[in-house]
């Protein structure tokens, strides 16, 4: 079953995808992967899904490995300035998560045509191998279709719609673009207020999202969907934006979208101020 932005938005990722290939341009790593969340068949239903994003200035900056797989080592060609995709995630109204739902292993044949997108917009940020659901160490996006993909059925039955359809939420709710022209861009020395980007987000897409910090850096910003991919809250209940921001993700009132500069492959990133201004 094909989901409901498969087919009408195919042409819009296409275009977009052109266009953004003459411009410049998600978690990588467990590292912020959740835990808590069941394992194996039998599972019921999904409630929503999470659109996680990264930002790599906060990411990165904890590289200290480089290698052809990490999005953070290909200097010009990194990351450095546009949100990027960590995963899309079927989720629980209370809270927890299914994860690893099938005994179906990742085939990245299935997802061939997409490769180009997948580097440029859902990078790997990371030289690790994240865990795999049948056992040993696979790909970062083995591990994102075979732990949440897996668990999307009824919407997604197979790993192109899941990966295709991720990518034109992606390019639809454009959170980058919405906090560029609200003002926040990214910089080493400027502090935002947090409530001002959150009602960035609101205004442009009519609904809370949930936003993890590192220290006072933005990590990674959520936005959450119905099953036929209407946003919704992040929030479960409506006191409870504040909570999902300050006490669940440490962030601070004032917060940065730190910028980097990758040197590639054979060094480690430059930094464009020193770490103190993070």
């Not at 019921?44 to 999005?71: I, M, V």
């Not at 036929?228 to 009132?253: E, N």
Request: charged fraction near 20%; proline fraction near 6%; aromatic fraction near 12%.
């Amino acid at each position: 079953m094909s989901s409901p932005l498969t087919q009408p938005l195919l042409c819009l990722f296409l275009a977009l995808l052109f266009v953004a290939g003459t411009s410049s341009p998600a978690r990588a790593s467990d590292e912020l992967e959740r835990v808590g969340g069941g394992g194996g068949e039998n599972q019921r239903e999904f409630d929503y899904f999470a659109l996680a994003l990264q930002w790599p200035g906060t990411y990165c900056q904890r590289t200290r490995k480089c290698c052809s797989s990490n999005g953070c080592c290909r200097g010009s060609n990194s990351p450095a300035t546009i949100f990027t995709i960590h995963g899309l995630w079927p989720d629980y109204n209370d809270g927890t998560w299914p994860s690893c739902c099938t005994k179906s292993s990742f085939d990245p044949k299935e997802i061939s045509t997409l490769n180009d997108a997948l580097e440029k917009y859902w990078p790997s940020l990371s030289c690790s191998k994240p865990s795999s659901c049948n056992g040993g160490k696979g790909s970062f996006w083995g591990h994102e279709w075979e732990k949440h993909g897996t668990c999307s059925y009824p919407v997604f039955e197979n790993e192109y719609d899941y990966f295709l359809t991720t990518l034109n939420l992606y390019f639809k709710y454009n959170v980058t673009s919405v906090l560029n022209d609200a003002g926040y861009v990214p910089s080493n020395t400027e502090k935002y207020p947090l409530g001002g980007i959150i009602s960035a987000i609101e205004n442009a897409f009519h609904a809370s999202p949930q936003i993890i910090c590192s220290k006072d850096s933005v990590e990674e910003l959520r936005l959450c969907f119905y099953k036929d991919f209407k946003p919704r809250d992040c929030a479960i209940a409506s006191d409870a934006k504040i909570d999902m921001v300050t006490s669940k993700s440490s962030c601070p009132k004032y917060v940065s979208l730190p910028e980097f500069a990758s040197t590639g492959h054979d060094g480690l990133q430059s930094w464009a101020s020193n770490n103190s201004a993070l």
